[in-house]
């Protein structure tokens, strides 16, 4: 179809997308509707409501073209690391049950508890970070989607970016968490659709093996995947802790509710992430080169203008619904958990308004590179890691300045990640591959953590004891 080979059928697509998400978008007439996701009846959201919303603000934009990278470059070795990610779900699950059980409302809630304002202040800064980063990375895939079809057009990409960001904008101001829910609903089943229509001709067209793609190593070897591999299971016990889109979601329905949401949505977003690296692992299968240094030239040699317009569109869905709900945790990190202003409608739009421009402003650092926003933020977030494990798990009490000590060593672990090219990273983290450099930051900021929480909580208990 030639159409489907032209920009005009992209620009086409987003204002669909758009438009559809305007119209399913329900205007927010109370704070709680706004930024609690309640229904004009004030109804919590039902399980398969839950469940779609967790999946499309998960396989968002970035994670889905990063899966396909990292498929193309370590074969099913990079596809399996960023689906490992995915186990979040189930980590995520047991840290909601545990927060619920103790009668917290949010994890925010119980840091406040236990380290007071500098703990609560320490974790909100990380969560900014990502949600600042969420909307900078799916920007970036909007603006290398636009900027190949207009003929790697830089100023076609700018345009697109700030084109999207005003939509998604618009309509999450309109109805908040409200509206994110019930977009992510429409989009996700859109996604399905157009996901699974594209990786059915994949699969059944010529040259196609699931024998040998299951086995494949992509163009540059498995080893680095089965690097990234073991760092996605170091970070997942607190990344999931860090990313508020799914923290926020544990708190909307009952329990029963919410812990089927999170092993459905588990199941589901691993297989879609694994299923979309697989549009990467198969291009190096069949040798293709990078066209115009991306994989998306390489998408549209290899597949087709049919094909390649469905993978296009699932990446531009998942933008979108990745952004609403960035924005709608936003507001609620800024209003309901840091108190930046009163409670209401407005002051949550404008929360949303400073969030996506200080995304945007990320995009002035000029980075393509898709895979680092997720691990600067996840190294940044494992100072959590001896905090889930042994405070809220064995319900060890460990002291603020044992936080602080896992919290200096993970931001210093996510600095060391964005310079890890310079002298001093090397000279400290090994001159390796820079994901093995990444690896062993997280087992240094782990050893950090865990140490300095063990020795914290055992003074504690001796002055208990001396006491």
């Avoid at 070795?77 to 990610?85: Q, S, V």
């Avoid at 429409?186 to 157009?194: D, S, W």
């Avoid at 699974?196 to 196609?208: H, P, T």
């Avoid at 923290?247 to 949401?261: I, N, Q, S, V, Y």
Wanted: charged share 10%.
């Amino acid at each position: 179809m030639p159409f489907l080979a032209s920009p005009e059928a992209l620009v086409a697509l987003v204002v669909l997308i758009a438009g559809g998400s305007l119209l399913l978008s329900p205007k927010a007439t109370t704070p709680e509707s706004f930024f609690a996701g309640v229904d004009v009846n004030g109804k919590a959201p039902g399980l398969l409501t839950l469940v779609l919303s967790q999946v499309t603000t998960w396989i968002f934009a970035r994670s889905l073209l990063t899966a396909a990278i990292l498929g193309y470059y370590y074969g099913v070795a990079g596809a399996l690391a960023y689906t490992a990610y995915y186990l979040s779900f189930l980590t995520g699950m047991f840290i909601v049950g545990k927060l619920r059980r103790k009668g917290a409302r949010s994890l925010q809630g119980w840091l406040r508890g236990e380290y007071g304002r500098v703990g609560v202040t320490c974790y909100n800064m990380v969560v900014a970070l990502r949600l600042m980063s969420e909307v900078f990375a799916n920007l970036i895939v909007v603006g290398l989607i636009f900027s190949a079809a207009y003929g790697g057009s830089e100023q076609a990409g700018r345009a697109a970016m700030i084109a999207l960001a005003l939509v998604a904008l618009a309509y999450s101001a309109l109805g908040g968490l409200r509206a994110s829910l019930r977009t992510d609903v429409g989009q996700m089943a859109l996604f399905l659709v157009v996901f699974l229509l594209a990786f059915g001709v994949m699969i059944f067209g010529e040259g196609f093996s699931f024998g040998t793609v299951l086995t494949a190593e992509g163009i540059a070897g498995g080893h680095n995947g089965w690097v990234l591999f073991a760092v996605a299971l170091l970070q997942i016990t607190s990344y999931p802790a860090h990313d508020p889109v799914m923290m926020d979601r544990g708190f909307l329905a009952d329990e029963d509710t919410t812990r089927k949401a999170f092993f459905y949505a588990f199941i589901m977003s691993a297989a879609s992430i694994f299923g979309f690296a697989l549009f990467g692992v198969q291009a190096s299968v069949v040798g293709a080169e990078l066209v115009n240094g991306n994989l998306l030239g390489t998408w549209q040699v290899m597949f087709g203008d049919t094909v390649y317009f469905l993978i296009v569109a699932s990446l531009l869905i998942s933008a979108m619904s990745t952004l609403d709900s960035a924005l709608a945790s936003a507001a609620r990190l800024a209003i309901d958990e840091m108190k930046l202003g009163a409670r209401t409608i407005w002051n949550g739009r404008i929360a949303m308004a400073l969030f996506m421009l200080g995304g945007v402003l990320f995009l002035l650092a000029e980075t393509k590179d898709l895979f680092a926003a997720v691990a600067v933020s996840g190294t940044a977030s494992m100072f959590l890691a001896p905090v889930l494990v042994l405070g809220l798990g064995f319900g060890i009490r460990i002291p603020v300045w044992s936080y602080l000590v896992g919290f200096a060593a993970a931001v210093a672990g996510a600095v060391a990640y964005f310079y890890q090219s310079s002298d001093l990273v090397i000279s400290l983290f090994g001159d390796g591959h820079k994901y093995e450099r990444l690896l062993m930051i997280c087992v240094t900021v782990l050893i950090i953590g865990f140490t300095a929480a063990l020795i914290g909580a055992a003074t504690r208990r001796r002055v208990a004891v001396a006491g």
